[in-house]
Structures are given as structure tokens and as C-alpha cells.
């Protein structure tokens, strides 16, 4: 594919294994999705537990990814790569082998921080294998197809791994994977670094990671404790000093993690803006659909993974169609159309879903989000890459990363405080109805959210309104999708606010973008 720089006399193998990091990392935002149903059985999780099983991940990989970008500039990115690789090989072992769900969070966490040690450095990599700018743009373009490929693939995958083996083989998956890159990475990519005059910058990197860290803990505890508890209008204000503290240490800091001049850049900004838009929500699909497709409707994860396949294709097939509208046209109208087209999928999906549901009519809508996640995901990397100096790279990929990340964590924390928030009230309206004593409705939420009778409950109270069991469970169903249909149309409106501000802020104002 080009001329290799000294050091590596195997750009193919380097591109492959840089390919293979790419692909474990994000494959891990949704592979664990069709997994939910298996693993609140067996380890006993309710809806909020399950969330952090997710969200342990995402948001360790979101807050981190900036430092990890920053520390391989300076350390050195082959370096970097590899230690990540090696921290995210134990977040596997201690996944899979988790007897508890607090451990599997734990182990989720630790797969997180690896992943912002390996990822980031990957586009930057690519500059050095490939220095002629006609191979490197077709090397990108493969890095691209392979993290759409591995979002589309992450529910397909993990419903076949779950229905063969259970759900402990997606982290067993992920460890071979893993260690295959690891192998590959340490033969044939070329160490480079950029130092930078300055230190390090630490203060950034914490406050970073707390301003996201707090906020999406605040979010996702306020499903708990109510939105106006202490400790979770605590949390949300340390997250909002934390980051104005961030911003302005950014902006005298001499080698600052983000650089914020460049977001005066038209198609910068939009791409960020599109990149949080547009993964949170394909989360209220991947992650809420898939729920309550098999929480809700007793879906198996293989008849989970046939409904989610057809979008798992028309992923690829839209990420084809946008890498070859991009490199003649650019990237601001792949972003329009690919927002308008997954919106319009998610609203069709939002329909399939009311009433009788047949799996042919919703993979369809599915498929149609699908073919716009594809559409808008790529032109993402191209855009800010082009606006951002070639120096700065690494800044631009790992920046990128994050709102992605940081999309998908808001995603599944702001949307499911939703589903949670109308299960319980509409359950519990219907309880009311049914007479229940409000005294015996907190345990019999949980048991609908957990699909058992919570340990260490006693059922004699209960006794003489089993009558009414199939009513409360009916009850249940309705409510959880009452708050996914909410939680789709929302994931539909900002997804198009996203386009709109994309048209707007583009056509507004042109500036020159950089040559990378």
C-alpha cells in the first residue's frame, strides 16, 4: 500500500494490526447489548446495574481517551498501544470470570482504561506507516470501515457468542482478539512519539475525567435517588466546576490536550456536534431496544442477533457509500442526509415497535437507521482531520473518539433515566389500580425489572394478589415501553437538531479548512 518508513517493513501487517485494535475497542461500546438479558439472570442486575455494565466501559474509554492520546504523543504511541492492550486483556479475564455484577463493572472499568490507552494512537500510527498522503488517505479509509464495522457487528457477534456459548465468551472473545493485536502491534508497528515543549498536562487529563466522570454519575444515580437528592445535585455541580476549570485550563495550558481555537471551524464543530448526536442515539437501539426485545419480549440472543443483522449490513454498505461520496465531495452533506436517514429509522423502528411486533417489518426499520449511522459515522474522522493541522492529529482523532464515547455514556444515562422513569411511574399507576399497597410496589418494580422476585423478599404479603400477577407483569411490559418509545423519539429529535445545526452553521460561515 505505499512506501513503509524506516522501521517497518511490513505496513500491511502494521495496518492490520492496527485495524484489530480498532475493531476490539469498538466492538465492546455494543457487543455486550444482546448479553443484558443473560447476565441480569444469571448475576441478578436490575435495569441500573445493567447500565453501568455498559456505561463502565464507555465512560472510563471517553474520560481517559484524551490523556491516552496526549501521553503516546509524548511517551511514544507503539508504547502506549501496548500497554493499553495489555491492561484491556485483564479487564477480559476478570469480565469473564466476574461471580458478581459489581465485578463484571469493575472488570468493564479496567477494559475501558485500556482501550484509552490503545486507540487513540492509531491514526497517528497510520502517518508514520504509510508518509505518502495518497496511501495514507486509503489506510484511514480502512480504519474508518473497520469501527463501523465493529459497531455494526458488536450485537450480531455477541447474540451468536451468547446463543452457542453464554454471555462469559464475549470477554473470552475479546481476549484472544486482543492478544492477536498485541502480537501483531508488537511486530510490526514502528514506535514515534512527538515530544512537546512543556509538562505533561495533568491538570487537564483529571479535570477531564472528572467533569465526564461526575456528570454521567449524577445521571445515572439520579434514576436511584431522584434528580434533586443531595448527593446527585452534588455530583452534577462538580462535574459543571470541573468543567469550566477544565476549559480554562485548557486555554493556557502550552500543550493543551484540546486546543479549543479549533472549534472556530465550521466543519470542526458540526462533526463533533453530529459525532454526540448521532451516538447517543444509536444507543436507544442498541442498547434499549435490544433490552427490551429480551427482557420484555423473551427474546433469545440468537433471534435478537437475526433482527439486528440486517443493520449490522446496512452499516457497512452505508459506511461504503460515504467514504466514496466523501473523498469527491466532502463531508458536510454525508453528515445531513446520513442524520436524516437514521433519524427517519429510528422514528420507523419507534413505529414497528407499538402493537404486535414482526421481526421482519422492525429489522427493516432497523436497517434503515442503520444504512444513515453508516452515511453519517465516516465523513466524522475526515472532517476534523481536514480542519485540523497534520501535527495535531492525534488531537483531532482522539477528540473525535470522545464524543463518540461521550455520546454513547449520555446516551444510555440520559435515556435511561427515561425508561426507568416512566417504568416505575406507569407501573405503579397501574398498581394502584389494581390495589396494591404502596408498601409491597417497590419490590414488586424490582421484580418486574429483574424478571424474579428479588433475594430475601417475602412473598406472603403477595400471596393473596397472585390474581393479579399476570395484570402487574402485563403492566410492566407497557411501561418499559412506554419509556422506550419516549427514549426513541427523543434519540430521533436531537439526532435531527444535529443535521439542522450541520446545514446552519456550514452554509453560514465557509472558512478554509488545513491541509493535513
Known amino acids: 500500500m505505499g512506501k513503509a518508513p524506516s522501521g517497518t517493513a511490513r505496513p500491511g501487517v502494521a495496518l492490520t494490526a492496527v485495524a484489530v485494535v480498532v475493531f476490539v475497542t469498538f466492538l465492546d461500546t455494543t457487543v455486550v447489548s444482546v448479553a443484558l438479558g443473560d447476565i441480569r439472570r444469571d448475576l441478578s442486575a436490575d435495569v441500573t446495574m445493567l447500565q453501568w455494565v455498559v456505561n463502565s466501559y464507555t465512560v472510563v474509554f471517553a474520560g481517559l481517551m484524551l490523556a491516552g492520546g496526549s501521553l503516546g504523543d509524548r511517551w511514544g ?86 446463543h452457542l456459548y453464554g454471555w462469559r465468551s464475549i470477554f473470552w472473545f475479546n481476549l484472544v482478539i486482543a492478544a492477536v493485536a498485541l502480537i501483531a502491534a508488537l511486530w510490526s508497528v514502528p514506535e514515534s512519539a512527538d515530544p512537546q515543549s512543556g509538562r ?163 429489522a427493516t426499520a432497523m436497517a434503515v437507521a442503520g444504512f444513515g449511522f453508516g452515511i453519517a459515522v465516516v465523513p466524522l474522522t475526515s472532517a476534523v482531520l481536514s480542519g485540523v493541522p497534520a501535527e495535531h492529529s492525534g488531537m483531532a482523532a482522539a477528540v473525535t473518539n470522545t464524543m463518540r464515547q461521550v455520546g454513547s455514556a449520555f446516551g444510555v444515562a440520559v435515556l435511561g433515566a427515561l425508561v426507568s422513569g416512566f417504568l416505575s411511574a406507569d407501573l405503579k399507576a397501574r398498581m394502584d389500580e389494581l390495589g396494591l399497597p404502596t408498601s409491597l410496589q417497590p419490590d414488586a418494580i424490582q421484580a418486574v425489572e429483574l424478571g424474579k422476585i428479588p433475594e430475601g423478599v417475602d412473598i406472603g404479603p403477595y400471596l393473596k394478589y397472585l390474581s393479579k400477577v399476570s395484570e402487574v407483569l402485563n403492566a410492566g411490559k407497557a411501561a418499559f415501553h412506554h419509556g422506550l418509545d419516549v427514549a426513541l423519539l427523543v434519540s430521533a429529535i436531537m439526532i435531527l437538531a444535529a443535521a439542522a445545526f450541520t446545514a446552519y452553521d456550514t452554509t453560514r460561515r465557509r472558512e478554509p479548512a488545513a491541509t493535513p
Request: charge should be positive.
Open 200 to 362: 505533561i498536562d495533568w491538570a487537564g487529563a483529571l479535570l477531564g475525567a472528572i467533569a465526564f466522570g461526575s456528570v454521567i454519575y449524577a445521571a445515572t444515580l439520579g434514576q436511584d435517588l431522584g434528580y434533586t437528592a443531595p448527593a446527585v445535585v452534588v455530583l452534577f455541580g462538580v462535574g459543571v466546576l470541573a468543567l469550566v476549570a477544565f476549559v480554562a485550563v485548557e486555554r493556557r495550558a502550552r500543550a493543551p490536550m484540546l486546543n479549543f481555537r479549533y472549534l472556530r471551524l465550521p466543519i470542526v464543530r458540526s462533526a463533533l456536534v453530529v459525532a454526540f448526536a448521532v451516538y447517543f442515539g444509536i444507543f436507544s437501539i442498541f442498547f434499549f431496544t435490544a433490552l427490551y426485545l429480551q427482557v420484555m419480549q423473551s427474546y433469545t440472543g440468537a433471534r435478537t442477533a437475526w433482527v439486528f443483522a440486517p443493520m449490522a449490513a446496512t452499516i457497512v454498505i452505508g459506511s461504503l457509500v460515504a467514504g466514496y461520496w466523501v473523498a469527491r465531495r466532502g463531508a458536510r452533506m454525508p453528515m445531513i442526509l446520513g442524520c436524516v436517514i437514521g433519524a427517519g429509522g429510528i422514528l420507523a423502528t419507534r413505529h414497528m415497535l407499538s402493537g404486535t411486533i414482526h421481526d421482519p417489518s422492525l
Open 77 to 162: 504511541r507503539k508504547r502506549v498501544m501496548i500497554a493499553g492492550l495489555v491492561i484491556f486483556c485483564a479487564g477480559s479475564v476478570i469480565s469473564a470470570l466476574a461471580s458478581s455484577v459489581a465485578m463484571l463493572v469493575v472488570g468493564r472499568a479496567v477494559m475501558g482504561l485500556g482501550a484509552a490507552a490503545s486507540e487513540p494512537g492509531t491514526l497517528s500510527v497510520l502517518r508514520h506507516i504509510f508518509p505518502d498522503n495518497k496511501t495514507r488517505a486509503k489506510a484511514v479509509g480502512v480504519w474508518a470501515a473497520v469501527s463501523g464495522l465493529a459497531l455494526a457487528a458488536g450485537p450480531v457477534l455477541g447474540g451468536v457468542l451468547v
